[in-house]
C-alpha cells in the first residue's frame, strides 16, 4: 500500500444496534442514497439502527456502489440485510470526504473483486475495511467537500429545472389527449419504427460506442461508459439502424419503457436491444410521440404488454401496433409551438448538466492523484 493511502478499516467501526423503538423513519439504500423500504409490513424488531453521519451499504449490491452517509436522520432504522459503519474520529476523517472517495470507480472495482468467487457477491464490512483511503489534513479534505457539496446542489438545481419542465410538456399533452375528437393511428402508420441490433459484437479497447438501455437518459445518451466495436460491426448495425438527431430510443428489454431523445449534433453510436423510433423523418409528429412515450397510458400499455419471466421484454412487432390519439394538424402546430420551446430549455439544461457532473467526477478522480 502506497505510503499516501491508509486502510479504511483504521477509521471506522461496525454499528450492531437492533430496533426497540416503534416509530423511527425506515429506509432502503440505493446508489443515490436513502429510499422508501420495498418492504412494509416486515418484523421492525429485526431491523438496523443507524444515526447521523453513519455509512449504510447494502453486501450484496456493493458493485452497483450501493452506498450511502446519512446525513438527513438524527436516527433511522434500515433492514437487517444492510451493514452500517460510523467514523471513528471526526477529527482526523471527515464523514463526507471518505462519502467522496466512496462514490469513486476504484471503490466500484475494489468491491467487484472482493465479491468474486463466492455464489453471490458479497462485499461486507470486512472486506470494506481493507480498502485504502487517502486522508490529508482536514483543511483539504474540507475544500474538496465543499467544492463536492457546491456542484452537486448545482446538479441538483439543473434535474429539478427539467422535472418541472417535463411535467408542463406532459400537462400540455394531458389536455389535448383527453380530447375526444382526436383519430387513432397505428404507431408504425405514423412514423418509421425499427430496432437495434440483437447481435453480439466483439468488444474492443476502442471503437463506435454500442448503446443500450442502461445508457439512455430523457435527453442524454451517455457514450462513456459503453462497450466499444469495430468499424465493420457499426457499420453493418447502421444498416437498418441508423440513429439520427431527433430520433426517439426506447429500452425494449429489462427496465423496459426508458425514453431518450438524441440531441447530438453529431450520432457516431449504434444501439443493441434498443427501439429506434425515426421521429427526425416527421419532425412534426416528434413532440406528440415523445410525450405520449412519457404518459401514463403508455406506462399502462407497457404494464399490460410486457413478457418473458427470466427478463421481461417488449417485442418490436407490439411496440409496431401500438394505437394511439393523434390531433388535427392545426392542434398539432399549436402542441409544438409551445412544447419545442420547452424542449429547446431542457436540452440547454442537460448539455450545463452532463458538465457539472464531469466536472464533479473529476473532483473525485483527482482525490486518487494527492
Not at 491508509?6 to 425506515?26: F, M, S, V, W
Not at 400540455?172 to 405514423?190: H, T, V
Amino acid at each position: 500500500m502506497s505510503a499516501n493511502y491508509k486502510k479504511l478499516g483504521d477509521y471506522i467501526t461496525q454499528r450492531r444496534e437492533k430496533n426497540t423503538a416503534i416509530n423511527l423513519p425506515i429506509c432502503g439504500v440505493c446508489r443515490e442514497g436513502l429510499i422508501p423500504p420495498k418492504q412494509q409490513d416486515a418484523d421492525i424488531s429485526l431491523y438496523n439502527v443507524f444515526y447521523k453521519n453513519d455509512f449504510i451499504f447494502n453486501p450484496a449490491r456493493m458493485e452497483l456502489n450501493s452506498i450511502t452517509l446519512n446525513t438527513e436522520y438524527d436516527k433511522a432504522i434500515c433492514s437487517s440485510l444492510y451493514e452500517i459503519f460510523y467514523i471513528n474520529d471526526t477529527s482526523k476523517l471527515l464523514p463526507e470526504f471518505l462519502f467522496v472517495q466512496l462514490k469513486t470507480d476504484n471503490f466500484v472495482r475494489f468491491c467487484e473483486f472482493q465479491g468474486q468467487g463466492s455464489v453471490r457477491e458479497y462485499c461486507r464490512f470486512a472486506n470494506i475495511s481493507e480498502y485504502p483511503v487517502i486522508v490529508p489534513d482536514l483543511k483539504e479534505q474540507q475544500k474538496i467537500v465543499n467544492t463536492y457539496n457546491a456542484i452537486t446542489k448545482r446538479i441538483q438545481l439543473k434535474q429539478k429545472i427539467n422535472e418541472n419542465l417535463e411535467k408542463t410538456a406532459q400537462c400540455l399533452f394531458d389536455k389535448y389527449y383527453k380530447k375526444a375528437d382526436l383519430e387513432n393511428i397505428i404507431l408504425s402508420n405514423l412514423i418509421d419504427v425499427r430496432d437495434g441490433t440483437h447481435d453480439s459484437p466483439v468488444f474492443l479497447p476502442e471503437g463506435y460506442p454500442l448503446v443500450t438501455s442502461q445508457n439512455l437518459s430523457p435527453f442524454y445518451i451517455n457514450k462513456n461508459e459503453t462497450n466499444k466495436i469495430s468499424e465493420e460491426d457499426y457499420n453493418k448495425i447502421n444498416e437498418r439502424s441508423l440513429v439520427e438527431t431527433n430520433d426517439i430510443l426506447m429500452s425494449m428489454i429489462g427496465t423496459v419503457g426508458n425514453i431518450s431523445l438524441v440531441t447530438d449534433e453529431k450520432v457516431n453510436f449504434a444501439i443493441k436491444n434498443v427501439a429506434l423510433l425515426k421521429t427526425s423523418k416527421s419532425m412534426e409528429y416528434r413532440n406528440w410521440v415523445l410525450c405520449f412515450l412519457k404518459s401514463r397510458v403508455f406506462t399502462t400499455w407497457i404494464n399490460e404488454t410486457l413478457t418473458g419471466s427470466t427478463q421481461q421484454y417488449v417485442s418490436l412487432g407490439e411496440i409496431r401496433k401500438i394505437s394511439f390519439k393523434v390531433p388535427a394538424v392545426k392542434d398539432l402546430e399549436i402542441f409544438n409551438l409551445a412544447v419545442d420551446r420547452i424542449i429547446n430549455m431542457i436540452i440547454k439544461e442537460t448539455a450545463e448538466l452532463v458538465k457539472l457532473q464531469e466536472f464533479k467526477q473529476l473532483v473525485i478522480s483527482r482525490i486518487s492523484g494527492m
